[in-house]
């Protein structure tokens, strides 16, 4: 029998490496004093179109009996945003939640790309500043040290200084809006052939182009800001070389990199953005940033900044690298003949693995080799023989 493409199964020694990982991931959130929640897998359309946007054409739609139109998730910013402005408005702010949890998206599978995926992620609500964003940022650092990724590194970019850089270049609105796409599609030929047909600013535009090719920290920084015309940019290069400096006294420094290109969902987010990634792989493990619009549009105007990443991916990294090895089904101890002795190994707080087949002694033994069991109890006439180093 065969699945539908872009699913999997979980074999057991995969859904424990799995599970291991996303305690881990857990335990992170748990150390920043973030509350895990969880949404229901499908929602409303209407509820998830005013977050989503156009990724609402990658959505699985389906109606109720009773007309219904109904979406299964594809990623959970939105539907704890839905959360938050009906049920959480009157809570005290900031609110700090997290999730780990199945979405789904219809897209064509590929490595590191699944119709059914895990996501794990947090979301600050109601905060605003260098000090929120800085909070989202550092979480993913540490989230994916504590998964066995502390090598990875980080572009980080400001949607307000790109902004700024498009305006001091002479684009706006529309204009501005189609830049920012070739920008983040790093085409320089299509973006030199729109330079040239707009009126903009020659010499800061060939500044721009430079701008969209560089990576570094404070250098770039640096150069850009003379083309920042925009109030709002200005404070965001402030807030942006302020994160920078708090990571290097946390010895992140090398590891997180200023990249104007990176843009993400251009109708999304509103300040900071995000992404973490290692050599290995050819594609982003996390990301986020600052979505200060996404809760207005849900009757609640309070910003936002959040994080997310995804739990396939890591296991996908750490599988490449052979940096863990997946973990065996865990037994402490397997028991023959006796419910009560198995009873009491429990209360210990042991695995126990009861003898269910009725082995004889030499079989029992040959079994907890095969399977790694370090000890073996075997009771017979009422006579508890135990064996606490199975010979090999």
Known sequence: MRIPPGVRDWLPQEFAFKREVEERIRDVFHSWSYSEVLTPTFELYEALEQGLGELMAETFRFTDPNGAALVLRTELTTPIARLVAARLRHATLPL???YLANAFRYEEPQLGRMREFTQAGAELIGAAGASADAEALFMAVETLDAVGLDDARFDVSDVAIVDGALAGVGLVEEDAQLCKEMIARRNLVALREFGSTHAVEERRFERLLELTMMRGRDDVLRA????????ASQAALTRLSEILARAAALGWGERINIDFALL???RYYTGLVFEGYIADLGFSICGGGRYDALLPRMGYN???VGWMVGV????????????????RNEVDVLVSGSDAVARRERAKGLRVRVDARGLDRAALLEYARDKEIPRVILVHGGREEEISEVPR
């Open 96 to 98: 700090r939640l997290c």
């Open 224 to 231: 850009v800001e003379p083309i920042c015309v925009t109030e």
């Open 264 to 266: 993400r969902d251009l």
């Open 302 to 304: 309070v910003p936002a």
């Open 312 to 327: 396939e991916r890591i296991l996908l990294a750490l599988e490449r690298r052979r940096k863990d090895e997946r973990p």
